[in-house]
């Protein structure tokens, strides 16, 4: 996740340019790298109980990156997307690659335009064995306007679980036998929660059942079909703000239990909308085009 990419070098990266302004004070990738460094470090640091967290000289260096940059000092034009995440069918059981394909890049941008089916967001299907060279410096955005859509770079270490349809795809009837089990069950061993606990996994995920929508339930029939030709598409991809949230704690990994909290539920540091998750959807009969995104 928002590591280095298995890039081609003669392959152009791929661009968007934002539709809409920025919200808020433009940044660059570099800023955004010092300062959750200084601030990491900062916190790494012992110090007394009424001092400041940060020194003058750390607190000068924030002011002004959080301050950002005037919009008509930085270049027009297409930007660079932003690396998301890299999976290689080796590592990650049942990726649908394509026929002749063994990995998937998502790419996206650093605004706040990546619901849709739009360049915004793009993925690369790749056989890895045909990357020889390797583009060895990938470019950057001149600036960004969504801090929280840069991940901090982490290592995956994929596991299977098994999930169960999300309670607004559920019957009547269906839904009246889950609410009684989950009475029952917490009459005899413990409050267990349907959604939170055993329905959809909650954090980054590929494939599975999709979350629970946030904004319309159930999806309107344009959301969930493809950009480009209209047909189905299927749940590929879930770009999550966190690994669980507090009714979710029974999906927290058991290594994690002793860890800190913060940073393990919030590894990659990204934020989608005001703490949702982006489904990434892929075209069934052709995977090469847009996905289609829902923030949910």
Excluded: N
């Amino acid at each position: 996740m928002g590591g280095p990419l298995l890039w081609p070098a003669g392959e152009p990266w791929p661009v968007y340019e934002p539709v809409h302004g920025a919200y808020g004070p433009l940044t660059t990738p570099a800023d955004v790298r010092t300062l959750r460094q200084t601030i990491a470090q900062a916190r790494s640091r012992p110090r007394r109980p009424g001092t400041d967290l940060l020194t003058e000289q750390e607190t000068a260096a924030v002011d002004r990156i959080r301050a950002g940059y005037a919009p008509e000092l930085l270049p027009e034009g297409p930007l660079p997307l932003i690396p998301l995440v890299q999976l290689y069918a080796r590592d990650v059981p049942g990726l649908p690659c394509p026929e002749g394909t063994d990995m998937l890049q998502a790419l996206w941008t650093p605004f706040d335009e990546i619901e849709g089916a739009s360049g915004a967001v793009q993925l690369r299907w790749r056989l890895s064995s045909d990357v020889q060279e390797i583009l060895a410096e990938p470019p950057e955005p001149a600036y960004i306007d969504m801090s929280d859509h840069v991940p901090m770079p982490c290592v995956l270490h994929p596991e299977q679980v098994r999930e169960f349809p999300p309670v607004h795809l559920l019957t009547e009837e269906q839904t009246q036998r889950v609410d009684a089990w989950t009475e029952q069950r917490s009459i005899d061993h413990q409050h267990v929660d349907y959604e939170g606990d055993l329905s959809t996994a909650p954090g980054w995920k590929l494939g599975g059942w999709p979350a629970h929508f946030t904004y319309g339930c159930p999806a309107d029939f344009e959301e969930l079909r493809c950009g480009e030709c209209g047909g189905p598409v299927e749940a590929l991809l879930t770009v999550a703000s966190s690994e669980w949230e507090g009714r979710s704690r029974s999906w927290r990994p058991v290594e994690d239990v002793d860890g800190d909290l913060y940073h393990t539920r919030t590894p990659t540091i990204v934020t989608v909308g005001r703490g949702c998750a982006l489904q990434i959807y892929r075209c069934i009969s052709t995977p090469t085009h847009l996905p289609r995104t829902i923030i949910q």
